[in-house]
């Protein structure tokens, strides 16, 4: 787990800043186009990881909830598990606050990868069962131990962490 060295909002502010004495022709050592440029893919690469590993979530909850095989369920859920550590290094509010914003537009993207793959795996009817409103919350996505709606059934404990 790698911890944020700068946080999402504080580079976005700095890359303004340099943006700003760059239009007022600040006449120092630095090459602020370029400096403002590099601090800029730097917050967008943190916030684009985190948007992927919660789509990575999304996809691996519709297909625990609607995929029937049982055999590749451990591996999905290890997959939650592991997309959810990475997130601890690099979410920052602000960049939760995106999640948030966008978080139509994840599920969105999450559910069409899985139509791909339910269908590709003959699940025709699986994939045609998947809700085309968010089935889940960014508090669930990250939230520890949840494995989705069919978790919470009477079977759980094979999809709960223990308490």
Partial sequence: MR????????????VEALRQLERERWNGPLDLKELAEEVDDLAKRDRNACRSQVRRIIVHLLKLDHSPPKDPRADWMESIYEARDALRGD?????????????????????????????????????????????????????????????????????????
């Avoid at 911890?3 to 700095?14: D, H, M």
């Avoid at 979410?91 to 966008?102: A, N, V």
């Fill in 3 to 14: 911890p944020t060295i700068i946080s999402y909002l504080w580079a976005r502010r700095q």
């Fill in 91 to 163: 979410l920052t509010p602000t960049i939760e606050r995106d999640l948030r914003d966008d978080f139509h537009a994840l599920y969105r993207s999450a559910r069409d990868q899985v139509l791909i793959a339910l269908a590709g795996h003959g699940e025709g009817d699986s994939a045609t069962a998947l809700p085309e409103d968010p089935a889940y919350t960014l508090d669930d996505v990250l939230r520890d131990g949840f494995y989705g709606r069919k978790a919470a059934g009477p079977d759980s404990s094979r999809f709960q962490e223990s308490t």
